[in-house]
């Protein structure tokens, strides 16, 4: 989380850290205490303005892997090869913490060079992962898309193959109804290697039918 206020003589400004390791975003807050001339008083960084080039820089690597990860997603799946869809919602997740951190590291450059206390170029690179974190996060957002159309598409294949199955078994069911009632008058009645073969000469003939619809 990023946040910068004045308290007393002193200004406070807090930065994340972001990498991603093992397919996720690790963050580390970083905090620094500036005076009034925005020098660093207590803070693991000598400048502000080092410590802000950092985050974006981290920021920036990310937001690369991201996309890289994204990538590899969408040719898996383009060559409709097996994607867990743990790694589809896992990696869009990636994408908004990314886009969510490039909106409060943006913030937090504007509200540094309003006070005077970095220059121009920060700002400017801090826009610039802004819009590209929102391309990285519309583009987790059409590879989920993918992912959905897939798995709807193999959901449509299935009650097809399944309604064709039941349509394909109803001469089946007709007959073996009839003859299942016992009825001696019925043709063939005491020739049960006749019903089987009325079965499955009228089953493939009824499937040839539907196939040809």
Known sequence: MAYIFTENEHT???????????????????????????????????????????????????????????????????????VDPGEVYTTSYMAHQLHYTAIQLYATAKGLLQRGFIRH??????????????MVRRY????????????????????KKLTWLGTVATPAVVITSFYGMNLSWLPAADNPPLVFLILAASTAFFAYVINKI
């Open 12 to 82: 406070v400004v807090q930065l994340p850290m972001v990498e991603v390791r093992e397919g996720e975003v690790k963050e580390e807050e970083v905090e620094l205490v500036l005076d009034a001339s925005g020098k660093v008083v207590k803070g693991p960084y000598a400048t502000v303005q080092e410590a802000l080039d950092k985050a974006l820089d981290n920021l920036a690597k990310a937001l690369r892997e991201a996309e890289s990860l994204l990538d590899k997603l969408e040719y898996r799946l383009e060559t409709e090869e097996k």
């Open 140 to 159: 987790a957002r059409d590879v989920r898309l993918l992912y959905a159309s897939i798995i709807q598409l193999s959901l449509d294949i299935s009650i």
């Open 121 to 134: 170029r920060p700002y400017y690179q801090a826009r610039r992962l802004l819009r590209k974190a929102y």
